[in-house]
C-alpha cells in the first residue's frame, strides 16, 4: 500500500485480456474501456487491452506496484460470478481464459522465464456465458464488469490517494456496443 504521495510515477497497470468481438471474451477489455473514462489521462495508471498474447502481456506488465489482468473464464460458475485466482496456482492448472489460445498462466510462466514478473500481481476472472462471435456482453457479465470497475476505482484511489470517484455509467449505459466508451 502506498503511505504517500505518488507524484507521476506508474503505480498501476491494469491488463484487460480478451477479444472483444467474441461476446463475454470482451469482458477483460470492457473493464479497461470503463476505466479509461477516469483513469485514461492519468501517469500513475497504464490500462491495456490485450487479446490472449502472452508476450504483450509480459511487456505490459512491468514497472507498477500493482499488476491487475482482467480476463473472461470458462469454469462451472455461474454467469457473471467474479473470481480472484491466485497466480501461483495457475501454473499446471487448467486454462481459464475464454476463447483466446494462450492465457495468463502461459504469461506467468514467461514473465518468471525472462524475470520480469510484476511486484504484485492480481487476477480477476469473469465467468463468462457466450463466446460466439458478436460484440454484446451477456447481462450477468455486465453486471460483473460493473463491479469489477467498482472495486478497480476503489483500490485505485486508495492507492493514488484521490477521492473517491463519480460512479462510472453502467455497463449498459455506454452506448453502442455495451463495452465501448461513447
Same mark, same amino acid.
Given at each position: 500500500v502506498?503511505?504517500?504521495?505518488?507524484?507521476?510515477?506508474?503505480?498501476?497497470?491494469?491488463?484487460?485480456?480478451?477479444?472483444?468481438?467474441?461476446?463475454?471474451?470482451g469482458a477483460g477489455p470492457a473493464v479497461v474501456s470503463r476505466l479509461a &473514462?477516469?483513469?485514461?489521462? +492519468? !501517469?500513475r495508471v497504464r490500462l491495456m487491452e490485450v487479446r490472449g498474447d502472452v508476450t504483450e502481456v509480459v511487456l505490459a506488465w512491468g514497472g507498477a506496484d500493482i499488476t491487475w489482468i482482467i480476463d473472461a473464464i470458462a469454469t462451472a460458475n455461474a454467469p457473471g &460470478?467474479?473470481?480472484?485466482? +491466485? !497466480?501461483?496456482?495457475?501454473?499446471?492448472?487448467?486454462?481459464l481464459g475464454g476463447s483466446h489460445r494462450a492465457g495468463v498462466a502461459e504469461a506467468i510462466e514467461l514473465g518468471r522465464a525472462l524475470g520480469r514478473m510484476?511486484?504484485?500481481l492480481r487476477l480477476l476472472g469473469i465467468q463468462g456465458d457466450d463466446y460466439a462471435d458478436g460484440d454484446r456482453l451477456s447481462?450477468?457479465?455486465?453486471?460483473?464488469v460493473d463491479r469489477v470497475v467498482a472495486r478497480l476505482d476503489a483500490d485505485l484511489s486508495r492507492r493514488i490517494r484521490t477521492p473517491p470517484p463519480a460512479p462510472s455509467p453502467a455497463?449498459?449505459?455506454?452506448?453502442g456496443a455495451q463495452f465501448r466508451l461513447g
Open positions: 502506498v503511505t504517500g504521495p505518488v507524484g507521476d510515477r506508474l503505480v498501476a497497470t491494469v491488463i484487460g485480456v480478451g477479444n472483444r468481438w467474441r461476446n463475454d471474451d &473514462a477516469r483513469w485514461g489521462d +492519468d !501517469p &460470478a467474479v473470481l480472484e485466482v +491466485d !497466480p501461483h496456482h495457475l501454473i499446471g492448472a487448467p486454462r510484476p511486484r504484485e447481462p450477468a457479465v455486465c453486471d460483473a455497463c449498459a449505459d455506454v452506448g
